[in-house]
């Protein structure tokens, strides 16, 4: 079984930047990938950025040269540094694990805000 939990978010200004955790826990081995998601009020959840088990990355257009994802080096937990935030990065940024044929473990969400 795998758990994952993120962390971080709140209220932040446009141009500010806040930073995301996602701890999982449990058979970390048998994890291909971990992503944020995002989901912003009334619209679909969409994918931000991933990072897969070898150390790979890709993003969203939206958020390419402002958003970093990374991890320890115990691949236990996962960043997302989100730079010159704009409000329309608002939303609930969920983080999962990609489990492969076992489906994804997906966490509760936290709620980033920014005001303009």
């Known amino acids: 079984q795998v758990h994952v939990v993120e962390s971080g978010g709140g209220l932040v200004q446009a141009g500010g930047f806040t930073r995301l955790s996602c701890v999982a826990s449990g058979n970390i081995d048998s994890i291909n990938a971990m992503n944020w998601y995002r989901q912003a009020p009334g619209k679909q959840r969409q994918l931000v950025a991933t990072?897969?088990?070898?150390?790979?990355?890709n993003y969203a257009d939206s958020v390419k040269g402002r958003f970093t994802i990374s991890r320890t080096n115990a691949k236990n937990t996962v960043y997302l540094q989100m730079g010159s935030l704009k409000v329309e990065d608002t939303g609930v940024y969920f983080c999962n694990a990609d489990l492969g044929s076992w489906g994804l473990r997906w966490g509760q969400g936290t709620q980033v805000t920014v005001s303009s």
């Open positions: 990072i897969t088990s070898s150390g790979s990355t």
